[in-house]
């Protein structure tokens, strides 16, 4: 799963599941329901990496260095 892969880490901050695998999504969805200490953890620390780096804020902070960087390469 490129893009996926490069943000999330499994069992970290998600479990990580083929889309086209209801096998896999099926089984990811039996081990949260069973497992109320993971899915917790897996939720919280979900959470602090969104809220560390994909908020709003940081996504405007990053198109307005883009436009710097572009008007600087103009100039």
Excluded at 27 to 49: F, S, Y
């Amino acid at each position: 799963m490129p893009g996926v892969s490069e943000v999330l880490s499994e069992g970290e901050n998600a479990l990580l599941v083929d889309p086209r695998r209801p096998d896999q999504i099926a089984e990811a969805i039996v081990r949260l329901a069973g497992d109320p200490p993971l899915r917790k953890a897996l939720a919280e620390r979900g959470r602090a990496l969104v809220l560390e780096g994909y908020t709003s804020v940081h996504y405007a902070r990053r198109m307005l260095d883009l436009f710097r960087n572009c008007v600087a390469k103009r100039v």
